[in-house]
């Protein structure tokens, strides 16, 4: 059995939090130890085995040999700990159909709340219209924007008789003038200071 990297990397961090099930002792890869592991694996897809012999080379040789005879992929091993998976028939781990909905969404998704994810629905991407009926709809949907063709608007101020001819200033415009000296107001300038 072969693993791709990326399914060698989820299942080793999908191993992380494991507990050894099977301890290998002094006598070795013994019969009894083989069915336990045949066993486990079965029932739990993925397990970490622990190896008590100090020898690398011993270590190396007792996976081969595990993963030849129970027919087994061997997903990382570290130091006295093997760790190993097996397809079986739950699938807890590894999704063999390809068409799994992925947790990430593309980019050409729109996003969708967690309420609205949670009940299983999704936001609807508005589809795009062409240049001809976008220009068409501004043709038809925009005001006009010359004041001929727009009805006035009615005003709530009460209508002032402007035949005076005095332009309506604003209280700033005012405030300015008064410091400038206009509307018969006198400033006040200060003296030079002598240094």
Known sequence: MELTPRERAALRAAAHPLKPVVLIG???LTEAVLKEIDLNLSAHELIKVRAGTADRETRD??????CETL????????GKMLILYRYGSKGTYLKTDTA??????????????????????KLEKPSRRTRAERDEEEVTERP?????????RPSSRPAKDTAHG????????????ARRGALGTTVRKRAPVKR
């Open 26 to 28: 002094d006598n070795g």
């Open 61 to 66: 040789a007792l996976l081969a040999t595990i």
């Open 71 to 78: 027919s087994c992929a061997a997903v990382h091993h570290l």
């Open 100 to 121: 799994a909905a992925s947790p990430k969404r593309k980019a050409s998704e729109p996003h969708t709340p967690k309420k609205l994810a949670a009940e299983g629905k």
């Open 144 to 152: 006009k924007v010359f004041s001929s063709d727009r009805p006035a």
């Open 166 to 177: 005095i332009p309506r200033r604003s209280a700033l415009s005012l405030r300015a003038g």
